[in-house]
Antibody
Framework: EVQLVESGGGLVQPGGSLRLSCAAS????????MNWVRQAPGKGLEWVSY????????YYADSVKGRFTISRDNAKNSLYLQMNSLRAEDTAVYYC?????????????WGQGTLVTVSS | AIRMTQSPSSLSASTGDRVTITCRAS??????LAWYQQKPGKAPKLLIY???TLQSGVPSRFSGSGSGTDFTLTISCLQSEDFATYYC??????????FGGGTKVEIK
């Protein structure tokens, strides 16, 4: 059974940092592109970042570029999101999502999400 | 960036109704469109991709159509478990993806 389990969320002050993790199981993690998608409270979905299966290709949404860093450890079946210089507008539930169909941006599995709250 | 506009933003319907949700792209995206269902406190669930291909395990009462800039998601006979928020997503500009604002389907 495919499982994605996020962790690392919490309350952080503006300007602070947080590192999210996503533990994958039930599939060959190293064969799949992965993404982070976030959802502010009561709002819609926003794509945040993409990483290729090998980790060699990375993209970011303009809203987080220069502040967030996506990475992965295929030996540990894990995906990460390092978030620096956090702002109030980064407050959201963060989901990791598998790019599972033709590596085309179709997210067939999602984690349960981890809540990041940026507030003083 | 490609903007995705959904309408309506919310609707009220009864069990057994036929429901149609519209999604419009700000530029042509061929058939590079997916639909997701999200229930409160849960992660989104993939329903349809390539505009009209039903994801494995999704009931056949869900269907999608369209290409270019205009797309629809139809639920042919609304069931109680279908009350949720639905999002369209374009992947034409992959990996830079964008989602619609969502359509909340509520009980009348």
């Amino acid at each position: 059974e495919v499982q994605l389990v996020e962790s690392g969320g919490g309350l952080v002050q503006p300007g602070g940092s947080l590192r999210l993790s996503c533990a994958a199981s039930g599939f060959t993690f190293s064969s799949y592109e992965m993404n982070w998608v976030r959802q502010a409270p009561g709002k819609g979905l926003e794509w945040v970042s993409y990483i290729s299966s090998s980790g060699s290709t990375i993209y970011y949404a303009d809203s987080v570029k220069g502040r967030f860093t996506i990475s992965r450890d295929n030996a540990k079946n894990s995906l990460y999101l390092q978030m620096n210089s956090l702002r109030a507008e980064d407050t959201a539930v963060y989901y990791c999502a598998r790019d599972g169909i033709a590596a085309a941006g179709i997210f067939d599995y999602w984690g349960q999400g981890t809540l990041v709250t940026v507030s003083s | 960036a490609i903007r995705m506009t959904q309408s309506p933003s919310s609707l009220s319907a009864s069990t057994g109704d036929r429901v149609t949700i519209t999604c419009r792209a700000s530029q042509g995206i061929s058939s590079y469109l997916a639909w997701y269902q999200q229930k409160p406190g849960k992660a989104p669930k993939l329903l349809i991709y390539a505009a009209s291909t039903l994801q494995s395990g999704v009931p056949s009462r869900f269907s999608g159509s369209g290409s270019g800039t205009d797309f629809t998601l139809t639920i042919s006979c609304l069931q109680s478990e279908d009350f949720a928020t639905y999002y369209c997503q374009q992947y034409y500009s992959y990996p830079r993806l964008t989602f619609g604002g969502g359509t909340k389907v509520e009980i009348k």
